[in-house]
């Protein structure tokens, strides 16, 4: 039987204040998993922060770091060098912004190491220039905002994707799967197999299996037509169609999309279009520090009297008050784990 390769490769966890807890943990466990099916420690790892000191997660957590940045820094010129930076990251992470941080991203890329993230640190990696015409992945919550912030990077609805030695993932359990890539590619699938029993997994989900729950799933219609009718609308919202447009794509009439969406949405077509429209400015405007009328024309609307008018309408508030609230709760929330 022939033994498998006895490579090693460490990895540094940078944490960024309000990181998600799973993607991280389980990144981890499977390599430590990994570890223990080979009989030893092919991959090693230690926590970053930026000054050295606990980290917490958005669920309250705090992770005791090993390491600061400077020591990091430090490292990148010796023994202690890694073989990958995985930034770690979750709630809020538009509000970081660390030029240390994106100098140390940049160094370390170029100086060979792999750098990626975990959840919505595609973020960070963007803010330091290492995403510019590369693939890249972040959590669906997260998208509409990411792309209008960083519109060089050719970012995707993926569980993870790698590119150019850069890795990121969607968050939740994607890093479980992203981190099955990095084992199959040091020691093969016999490994991987063997980590996803003791994970409990049945599979190994591909970079591109979807991260949401097909429509069909996540709003309980099986109209196919009317399905296909809400896939053309979600693929475009910043030029809303027509419903003679509509009707052409779908090769039906007015009429008939109109009594479909009657019976199967309870409301007209053009309600429901209004509606994932909004939806998705409520996304931009929790997510990002877009302008409101930015918001307002990336969704579609003529005007931001006419778009905020709408929007009261549907969620009892303003857009700006929307945005105060999130800002509110947040600070709350930070307030509340300082204590």
């Not at 990077?153 to 990121?168: F, G, I, K, P, R």
Request: with cysteine; glycine share 8%.
């Amino acid at each position: 039987m022939n033994k498998m390769p006895h490579k090693k490769r460490s990895i540094v966890f940078f944490m960024v204040p309000q990181f998600t807890m799973l993607p991280f943990s389980a990144a981890i466990d499977t390599l430590r998993i990994a570890n223990r099916m080979l009989g030893y420690q092919a991959y090693t790892w230690r926590l970053t922060s930026v000054d050295g000191e606990k980290v917490y997660s958005s669920c309250g957590i705090g992770v005791e770091a090993n390491t600061s940045l400077a020591d990091e820094r430090r490292n990148l010129g010796g023994e202690n060098r890694p073989s990958m930076v995985l930034v770690c990251s979750g709630i809020d992470v538009e509000e970081f912004n660390n030029k240390s941080v994106n100098a140390w991203l940049r160094e370390s890329y170029n100086r060979g190491v792999a750098v990626g993230s975990l959840c919505t640190g595609a973020h960070v990696l963007a803010q330091a220039g290492l995403l510019n015409g590369k693939r890249c992945a972040i959590h669906w919550e997260n998208l509409p905002g990411f792309s209008e912030a960083f519109p060089q990077a050719e970012v995707y609805a993926d569980l993870y994707e790698v590119d150019s030695n850069l890795y990121t993932c969607a968050g939740g359990t994607a890093s479980l799967d992203m981190m099955l890539n990095l084992i199959g590619q040091d020691f093969g699938e016999t490994l991987v197999n063997r980590v996803c029993e003791q994970h409990l997994t049945d599979r190994v989900r591909s970079p591109h299996d979807r991260q949401r729950l097909p429509l069909r799933a996540r709003l309980g219609v099986q109209n196919g037509k009317v399905l296909s009718i809400i896939e053309l609308m979600e693929g475009n919202l910043a030029e809303p169609l027509s419903l003679l447009e509509i009707a052409d794509g779908a090769g039906l009439s007015r009429r008939q999309i109109e009594r479909l969406f009657r019976q199967e949405m309870g409301r007209s077509p053009a309600r429901y279009y209004l509606e994932i429209r909004l939806d998705r400015a409520r996304h931009l405007l929790v997510q990002s520090s877009m302008p409101v009328v930015e918001v307002a024309v990336a969704c579609g609307f003529v005007s931001a009297s006419h778009f905020s008018k709408c929007y009261r309408e549907l969620y009892q508030r303003s857009p700006q008050q929307e945005r105060a609230e999130r800002k509110m709760t947040m600070a709350t929330a930070r307030q509340a784990i300082a204590a």
